[in-house]
């Protein structure tokens, strides 16, 4: 299986851009990326996901290294609400793109 | 529109004894699917459904089974409950399969097995 891996947690401050790595260097060619993260007592909540090109909504960017061994999620302005454990998650076609899950990193936002 | 809903959301029950999760969606979804989270961890796929009628093992299916007999609802067995079964269940539902859709998640529920 195709798996991720990220920092156990990082810090901001608030307001300002946050950029949360993740590194899937034995991603095949067929695999999506997704992001969730998971509030404190939540489920998890969709952020984003691509399997190529860099994609944006209106919660987060996702940015996509041209070989795909890595992606960035990029959130423009955090809030204390975007306090939670984001996961990088891949979904891969010899695993029927089930999504693997990893244990994610859980970002701390300072006022 | 509830969205995923999840009975009950507080359970303790003693090694061997059984029971039913039961998951609710409104959303008109297809496919639906439970995890189980342990602390400090990802979540990990049980079983999951991609209809009425159908359901498929995931990444840890053992000492579960799993119904679909209505589209909006999936229920998660337990038979014969152990220590190791003590987690957190969230159920999850999209309507495409998971590599293009986004998956909707439960509130949860936390499951203790003394």
């Known amino acids: 299986d195709a798996k991720t891996t990220q920092p156990n947690s990082m810090e901001s401050n608030e307001e300002e851009p946050v950029h949360l790595p993740c590194n899937h260097s034995?991603?095949?060619?067929?695999?999506?990326i997704h992001w969730y993260r998971q509030l404190p007592s939540q489920g998890p909540e969709y952020v984003i996901h691509?399997?190529?090109?860099?994609v944006n909504n209106r919660m987060a960017s996702l940015a996509i290294a041209e070989d795909r061994k890595s992606s960035t999620l990029i959130l423009h302005r955090a809030t204390l609400r975007d306090a939670a454990v984001y996961y990088c998650i891949l979904s891969a076609l010899d695993s029927n793109y089930q999504l693997i899950w990893g244990a994610g990193t859980k970002l701390i936002i300072k006022p | 529109n509830a969205g995923v809903t999840q009975t009950p959301k507080f359970r303790v029950l003693k090694t061997g004894q059984s029971m039913t999760l039961l998951c609710a969606q409104d959303m008109n979804h297809e496919y639906m699917y439970w995890y189980r989270q342990d602390p400090g961890m990802g979540l990990r796929l049980i079983h999951y459904?991609?209809?009425?009628?159908?359901?498929a093992k995931g990444e840890v299916p053992d000492g579960y089974n799993v119904s679909r007999l209505k589209k909006q609802n999936f229920l998660l067995g337990l038979e014969s409950a152990a220590p190791s079964q003590t987690s957190v269940y969230f159920c999850a539902s999209s309507y495409q399969r998971e590599s293009v859709d986004t998956q909707y998640f439960g509130p949860g529920t936390r499951l203790t097995v003394l």
């Open positions: 034995t991603i095949s060619g067929t695999d999506y």
């Open positions: 459904s991609v209809g009425e009628g159908t359901t």
């Open positions: 691509g399997l190529t090109s860099n």
